[in-house]
């Protein structure tokens, strides 16, 4: 299991087009993702879930992957968020 | 923000018969158009295809949250539709959408964000949606969602409803002299309330004027009204609403109880009018003695201000001219050195309307407004002893000295006045309804105060007599007789403490100190200064007689004992009468003989502690009052039982 932690850059946060791309992305891969953030902690691989914990700009995010090609999903989690979800 | 805040009824549409994406979108765009949350309907529809343009806002099963941040959104917002079957919204799950909600945010802020994060908490239960599924109408769907978002965010809801509940049970609380049973009656409702877990508001008519008073929509909102009063309070405002009427002491004594039968719905519905024609039926239920002890309070209470003002300003005058040195010049004593004169007077005057006031208001309680002039006017003529004889003797508005039939007369002025106007008024009810508005302004004033007149020009001369020789006997009394009479009013005060004997004595006294026996006034407020000051004594102790509460009030008695509000002591006496007034009634009696012995005498009829400079030897009225109160808080620790080591 490995865990990194992230500011969300972009202004509008992670609002419901980027969700769908990250759980999209996310979907590929065998480990299980959670994002935690404040006190919400959910299963980024559902958009309900990713939706409801309400992740504004600004807000400090904790990813972690569990699972057998969890190094890869961070990669690609990490590239993701870091560009703002190809956002401003 | 609550979703039920956002989402208003007009804009939900069920069962929409859209059939494609396009369809659906133009639905719920026309809804939020039609509740006013758009300032540019087209503006809004190019930014939400824009959006879904991007990507569609399908998120699966069966749901849709097509949104847009624009400044076309005038008030952010929602707009809800379910399509029975679905639309193909191009959903990542591939199944048809058929609830959808449309956001509409403005372009600044993290709105919209919370908008659709709440409504995932809510759509992720799948009984809500199911239950979504199947509203049929808006109503129910918003009820749909009022109830999840409830059960989800629990600290939000209940405060609103709280607001606009209003109160569940309204009170009136008054009592004749308006100082203290008033408050406690007050007091003992709401903790009752309180611990029953009702919603109450009570209004208290005391001496400074009604606080906290109910408001219309209160009254109409309310499930009952709780009447606590010893004397008339405003009736008509609860027209149409259960009403229970009670006294004071059952307030005090047993809120619960009265909370208890509204609770049960066994109040009468109140009828100001039926009230007023059925006086008679309703007034059966109240014994003789109850009501005829509620017209003499309303007399008493009103009363008593110009008894309070109108002595202590006199009380003031003997004070000056003792510090002016005047206290030896006899007749004049009072009123010799300027000022003195001046607030003397100024106090004769509120004297004067003392018997009046007692008579008018005696006689309104009894017959509403129209006994109030007839009743003025006997106690008028009661204080002032005109009769026949003296008015065509003198050819002038001149009474007889001997004649007056004073504190008796007036109180018999003010019954027989009421109930003068309530046979008037049944004597003129063959009248025709067009001549109702007359008979208030001219007939009853007319009638009444000429018969009452009549009557008292009458009664005077005889009342005089008794009234006459009842002071020549008092005044003739010998030493030990006086002590007797002293040791009795004294113990009369501790009986009731605001009721009859208590009042009874009270109005002997202040009606004593018009005649200048101000020794029995003496013994009288010492008698109704010692029943609250030895309770607190008591209290303070022997704490094992008393309850947590009853201690906790007990230094208030101390105050309360000082400035003579004798009501101070009723919830002791009511919790135990058996042992408590028996206790301060020999407390009470011992300072009367106390003060009697030491001669001491009181020439204001109310103030306690602040008249004790124009009390004649204060020393020895000191004494009376430590007396009589560790007298009193003895026979408690005597008679009283302890209570049980739990509540110590």
């Given at each position: 299991?490995?865990?990194?932690?992230?500011?969300?850059?972009?202004?509008?946060?992670?609002?419901?087009?980027?969700?769908?791309?990250?759980?999209?992305?996310?979907?590929?891969?065998?480990?299980?993702?959670?994002?935690?953030?404040?006190e919400?902690?959910?299963n980024?691989?559902?958009?309900?879930?990713?939706?409801?914990?309400?992740?504004?700009?600004?807000?400090?995010?904790?990813?972690?992957?569990?699972?057998?090609?969890?190094?890869?999903?961070?990669?690609?989690?990490?590239?993701?968020?870091?560009?703002?979800?190809?956002?401003? | 923000?609550?979703?039920?805040?956002?989402?208003?009824?007009?804009?939900?549409?069920?069962?929409?018969?859209?059939?494609s994406k396009?369809?659906?979108?133009?639905?719920?765009?026309?809804?939020?158009?039609?509740?006013?949350?758009?300032?540019?309907?087209?503006?809004?529809?190019?930014?939400?295809?824009?959006?879904?343009?991007?990507?569609?806002?399908a998120?699966?099963?069966?749901?849709?949250?097509?949104?847009?941040?624009?400044?076309?959104?005038?008030?952010?917002?929602?707009?809800?539709?379910?399509?029975?079957?679905?639309?193909?919204?191009?959903?990542p799950?591939?199944?048809?959408?058929?609830?959808?909600?449309?956001?509409?945010?403005?372009?600044?802020?993290?709105?919209?964000?919370?908008?659709?994060?709440?409504?995932?908490?809510?759509?992720?239960?799948?009984?809500?949606?199911?239950?979504?599924?199947?509203?049929?109408?808006?109503?129910?769907?918003?009820?749909?969602i009022?109830?999840?978002?409830?059960?989800?965010?629990?600290?939000?809801?209940?405060?609103?409803?709280?607001?606009?509940?209003?109160?569940?049970?309204?009170?009136?609380?008054?009592?004749?002299?308006?100082?203290?049973h008033?408050?406690?009656?007050?007091?003992?409702?709401?903790?009752?309330?309180?611990?029953?877990?009702?919603?109450?508001?009570?209004?208290t008519?005391?001496?400074g004027?009604?606080?906290?008073?109910?408001?219309?929509?209160?009254?109409a909102?309310?499930?009952?009204?709780?009447?606590?009063?010893?004397?008339?309070?405003?009736?008509?405002?609860?027209?149409?609403?259960?009403?229970?009427?009670?006294?004071?002491?059952?307030?005090?004594?047993?809120?619960?109880e009265?909370?208890?039968?509204?609770?049960?719905?066994?109040?009468?519905?109140?009828h100001?009018?039926a009230?007023?024609?059925d006086?008679?039926?309703?007034?059966?239920?109240?014994?003789?003695?109850?009501?005829?002890?509620?017209h003499?309070?309303?007399?008493?209470?009103?009363?008593?201000?110009?008894?309070?003002?109108?002595?202590?300003l006199?009380?003031?005058?003997?004070?000056?001219?003792?510090i002016?040195?005047?206290?030896?010049?006899?007749?004049?004593?009072?009123?010799?050195?300027?000022?003195?004169?001046?607030?003397?007077?100024?106090?004769?005057?509120?004297?004067?309307?003392?018997?009046?006031?007692?008579?008018?208001?005696?006689?309104?309680?009894?017959?509403?407004?129209?006994?109030?002039?007839?009743?003025?006017?006997?106690?008028?003529?009661?204080?002032?002893?005109?009769?026949?004889?003296?008015?065509?003797?003198?050819?002038?508005?001149v009474?007889?000295?001997?004649?007056?039939?004073?504190?008796?007369?007036?109180?018999?002025?003010?019954?027989?006045?009421?109930?003068?106007?309530?046979?008037?008024?049944?004597?003129?009810?063959?009248?025709?309804?067009?001549?109702?508005?007359?008979?208030?302004?001219?007939i009853?004033?007319?009638?009444?105060?000429?018969?009452?007149?009549?009557?008292?020009?009458?009664?005077?001369?005889?009342?005089?007599?008794?009234?006459?020789?009842l002071?020549?006997?008092?005044?003739?009394?010998?030493?030990?007789?006086?002590?007797?009479?002293?040791?009795?009013?004294?113990?009369?005060?501790?009986?009731?403490?605001?009721?009859?004997?208590?009042k009874?004595?009270?109005?002997?006294?202040?009606?004593?100190?018009?005649?200048?026996?101000?020794?029995?006034?003496?013994?009288?407020?010492i008698?109704?200064?010692v029943?609250?000051?030895?309770?607190?004594?008591?209290?303070?102790?022997?704490?094992?007689?008393?309850?947590?509460?009853?201690?906790?009030?007990?230094?208030?008695?101390?105050?309360?004992?000082?400035?003579?509000?004798?009501?101070?002591?009723?919830?002791?006496?009511?919790?135990?009468?058996?042992?408590?007034?028996?206790?301060?009634?020999?407390?009470?009696?011992?300072?009367?003989?106390?003060?009697?012995?030491?001669?001491?005498?009181?020439?204001?009829?109310?103030?306690?502690?602040?008249?004790?400079?124009?009390?004649?030897?204060?020393?020895?009225?000191?004494?009376?009052?430590?007396?009589?109160?560790?007298?009193?808080?003895?026979?408690?620790?005597?008679?009283?039982?302890?209570?049980?080591?739990?509540?110590a």
């Open positions: 299991m490995i865990s990194k932690d992230f500011t969300i850059k972009n202004k509008m946060g992670l609002h419901m087009r980027p969700a769908q791309q990250f759980v999209t992305a996310m979907g590929k891969y065998a480990s299980d993702i959670t994002i935690k953030c404040g919400k902690s959910v980024a691989k559902s958009i309900m879930l990713l939706m409801s914990a309400c992740i504004k700009c600004g807000s400090d995010i904790t990813v972690i992957c569990d699972g057998p090609d969890e190094a890869a999903m961070m990669a690609e989690a990490a590239s993701m968020i870091e560009s703002g979800f190809g956002e401003e | 923000m609550r979703i039920i805040d956002l989402l208003k009824k007009e804009a939900i549409s069920l069962n929409s018969p859209a059939n396009d369809e659906a979108i133009e639905t719920l765009i026309g809804l939020h158009d039609a509740v006013g949350n758009l300032s540019d309907k087209d503006a809004y529809k190019a930014a939400i295809l824009a959006r879904e343009g991007q990507g569609s806002t998120i699966g099963e069966g749901i849709a949250v097509p949104h847009a941040k624009s400044d076309s959104v005038k008030t952010p917002g929602l707009s809800a539709i379910t399509v029975p079957g679905g639309v193909d919204y191009n959903a799950d591939g199944k048809p959408s058929d609830i959808l909600f449309m956001i509409a945010a403005p372009l600044d802020g993290d709105l919209h964000l919370e908008i659709l994060s709440r409504l995932m908490v809510l759509l992720m239960d799948p009984d809500f949606c199911a239950k979504l599924r199947a509203a049929q109408t808006p109503e129910e769907y918003l009820s749909i009022d109830a999840a978002e409830a059960a989800k965010y629990p600290d939000e809801a209940p405060k609103k409803e709280v607001k606009d509940a209003g109160y569940k049970i309204l009170a009136v609380t008054a009592c004749p002299t308006g100082i203290a008033t408050y406690m009656a007050a007091e003992a409702l709401q903790q009752a309330a309180e611990k029953m877990g009702i919603s109450i508001k009570v209004e008519d005391g001496s004027g009604a606080k906290n008073v109910l408001t219309k929509k209160e009254i909102d309310c499930d009952a009204i709780i009447c606590a009063v010893d004397r008339n309070v405003e009736m008509a405002r609860f027209d149409g609403k259960p009403v229970l009427k009670t006294s004071v002491t059952s307030g005090i004594n047993k809120p619960e009265l909370i208890q039968k509204v609770l049960d719905g066994k109040v009468p519905v109140y100001a009018d009230a007023a024609d006086a008679d039926d309703s007034a059966e239920k109240e014994s003789f003695g109850r009501k005829v002890y509620k003499l309070m309303n007399g008493v209470s009103h009363m008593l201000p110009f008894v309070v003002g109108g002595g202590v006199i009380a003031l005058g003997f004070l000056i001219d003792t002016a040195g005047n206290a030896n010049v006899g007749g004049t004593f009072g009123f010799t050195h300027p000022v003195a004169a001046t607030v003397f007077w100024i106090g004769k005057a509120a004297f004067a309307f003392m018997l009046p006031i007692l008579a008018g208001y005696i006689s309104m309680s009894i017959a509403d407004r129209p006994g109030l002039l007839p009743g003025i006017v006997g106690g008028y003529i009661a204080a002032n002893g005109f009769t026949f004889k003296s008015l065509i003797d003198n050819k002038n508005l009474g007889d000295g001997g004649a007056v039939s004073g504190f008796l007369g007036a109180l018999f002025a003010g019954f027989i006045a009421g109930l003068l106007m309530l046979v008037l008024k049944k004597a003129f009810e063959w009248m025709p309804k067009s001549m109702d508005g007359i008979k208030p302004v001219f009853y004033p007319l009638l009444g105060t000429l018969l009452i007149g009549l009557v008292m020009l009458l009664v005077n001369p005889v009342v005089g007599l008794l009234n006459n020789g002071s020549t006997f008092l005044t003739n009394l010998g030493d030990s007789s006086k002590l007797v009479l002293c040791i009795v009013l004294a113990a009369m005060m501790a009986i009731d403490m605001g009721g009859p004997f208590n009874a004595a009270y109005v002997f006294g202040t009606a004593a100190i018009a005649d200048g026996n101000t020794w029995i006034m003496a013994a009288v407020m008698g109704g200064m029943p609250p000051i030895a309770i607190a004594l008591s209290t303070t102790f022997n704490k094992s007689k008393w309850t947590a509460q009853e201690r906790k009030n007990g230094p208030v008695n101390y105050l309360m004992g000082l400035c003579f509000i004798t009501e101070g002591a009723i919830p002791y006496a009511a919790a135990d009468p058996l042992r408590v007034i028996p206790s301060c009634m020999v407390g009470a009696g011992v300072a009367g003989a106390v003060s009697s012995l030491f001669a001491c005498a009181c020439p204001a009829p109310h103030g306690g502690i602040f008249t004790f400079a124009v009390v004649e030897n204060p020393l020895g009225y000191i004494a009376a009052l430590i007396a009589g109160s560790i007298a009193g808080a003895l026979m408690l620790a005597l008679l009283k039982k302890n209570k049980e080591k739990k509540s």
